[in-house]
Each structure stands twice: as C-alpha cells, then as structure tokens.
C-alpha cells in the first residue's frame, strides 16, 4: 500500500484520488440566475442531503484545479441566494454532461444542452422540466473552504418545495428505485448507473460543443433519437466538412446502402447504431451525407 501526504503531490493528483476513491457521489444539477436575470444550469458531484427536519442540501462548486477561478453558479449563489436542485437520472445524463462544458459568461446552458426550462414556484431559478426530482431551494450559508485552486464553498440550501414526477412512483406513492433511475459519478470519465453498472462518458471540458440549439430540427425532432443521443451530437465542437462526409461515404459500403434507401429514418436508426458505439462524429456523417 502507498501511503501519502496531501502536500506531497499536485493538486489535480490528490483531485483525481479523491474522486476516483470516494463515490459514487450523486449529481446536484444546479440551476441558478445572475443579478440580471441570465439563467445557468451545471453539474456538481460534491452533493449530498444532509438533515431532514430542516431539508437541507449541501453541495460545492470548488474553484479550478487548473486556474483557481470560480463557477458562475457560486456567483449567482452568493448573488441571489437561490437555488434549484435537480436530480440527474439516465434519460438526461449526456445533456447534464454537455451542460458542464465551460461556456462563457451570459451563455444558456438550458438551450446548449436541449433541456427544457420550467419556472419555479417560490424561487427565481428555473428547474429542469426532464428531472424527476426538483428541490427549489434558499440559500442560507455558504462556508468557503480555502482560497487555493481545489478549495471547496460549501452550498447550505434549506429545501423550500420539491417537486417528484408522478412516473417514478410506486403503488404506495413512495419514490421506486428502479423507476427514478439515478446516475452518479465516479472517477475520470465514469458514471454509475444506480440498476445496471459503470458506464463513460467522455468529459467535455476541452472544447466547447456546438449545442443542442446548433443541431438541425429534422434531427431534434426525429422520432429515433432521445435526449441522450441529442446531448452526444451536441457535444461536437465542430460539423463535419462535405469533404469529410464524402471520404465517409466512399469507405463504408453499408452507408452506401442505407443512404441510397428513400425512407429516412434508416438513415437516423444507423446514426442512431453509432450512438450507441459513442461515435457522433460518424452519426453527424451520415446524418448530413444527404444535405450537402
């Protein structure tokens, strides 16, 4: 067994121990407003429920590793003293993903991400009309843990109402497990899927992808796709070039064949194949193969 002292290594190594060692942790996906209305929505492990009588919630966005900057949420937090909690659950799990890209200042990531924006009752946050469960929340202390990049602010939010949908409930109106379906994180780019297992999800933090609100309505209203498969194209950085698109053709015989099909949704079941292989580049492919 190693053993080791916190300041013996760098802070992204004793980052990436804690995270890969201490989980899975569950997700807050934290919707929050400025000072001038502009709403934003972002991802958070660092979560937990700790009192019931009060509800209380904790979570904590911790400034950059990389840079030691601070969220927009912890701004809008410290500003506004409001907060909506949503619970992430696996239909919504690459949206929530594509929401943590780090987009600028002022940006929706509501629309960046295709998630629908539905107003609170007692706080000005919207929550995330997809989420099973939404905590509106005050905000009653926030506890600053450090001044260094890594160094927590701990997020007390005191739960004011809550809203549970109506298809994750059992017989007896208690929450099923199975039904709510929740996904945690692990370590790197892993997910825990709370019935079925580890899954990856690659992070979008190195680019900024083009968005849900970028992609085309004939394929944001295919039948064949789900929020998911719309949250993975989204996460491109960049559309594929013609000249792309027609070396693709050329070197894939069964492209060939589905695209010479006149029923379109044979195109969008074979984007949706790639999908499932975590190749969106290839899903955008054959998607486009025919507009260009």
């Known amino acids: 067994m190693i053993s080791i002292t916190p300041e013996s290594i760098s802070p992204v190594q004793l980052q990436g121990y804690l995270q890969s060692s201490v989980g899975p942790r569950p997700i807050a996906f934290a919707s929050t407003i400025d000072k001038n ?16 009588n009060p509800p209380i919630l904790i979570f904590s966005p911790a400034r950059r590793v990389r840079d030691n900057t601070i969220k927009h ?3 809008n937090c410290e500003s506004t003293k409001e907060v909506v909690i949503n619970v992430v659950n696996y239909d919504i799990v690459q949206q929530m993903s594509l929401s943590s890209t780090e987009y600028p200042d002022g940006v929706n990531e509501f629309l960046k991400s295709g998630l629908t924006m539905l107003p609170s009752d007692n ?7 997809e989420s099973p469960v939404q905590f509106e929340c005050k905000v009653n202390d926030i506890i600053s843990l450090g001044t260094e990049g890594g160094a927590g602010n701990l997020i007390i939010c005191q739960v004011v109402k809550l809203h549970i949908s ?25 997910y825990s899927r709370s019935n079925q297992g580890l899954f990856e999800i690659p992070k979008p933090l190195a680019t900024l992808g083009i968005g849900v609100d970028a992609i085309p309505d004939f394929i944001k209203k295919s039948p ?19 000249q792309e698109i027609d070396i693709f ?44």
């Open 224 to 242: 064949v796709f789900d929020g998911n498969d719309l949250g993975m194209l989204g996460n491109v950085e960049s559309l594929p070039t013609e």
């Open 166 to 190: 109506e298809t994750i409930l059992d017989k007896n109106g208690a929450i099923d497990q199975t039904k709510i379906d929740l996904v945690s994180r692990m370590g790197g780019n892993w």
């Open 123 to 129: 706080v000005k946050p919207f929550r995330v009309a």
């Open 249 to 292: 053709v050329q070197e894939n015989i069964q492209v060939k064949g589905v695209l010479s099909s006149a029923d379109e949704m044979k195109v969008h079941h074979k984007a949706k194949d790639y999908l499932n292989n975590q190749d969106a580049v290839a899903a955008w492919k054959i998607l486009l193969a025919k507009r260009v």
């Open 37 to 52: 209305g502009v709403p934003n929505l972002s991802p958070f492990s660092f979560f937990n429920v700790f009192s019931s």
């Open 73 to 75: 949420t912890l701004i």
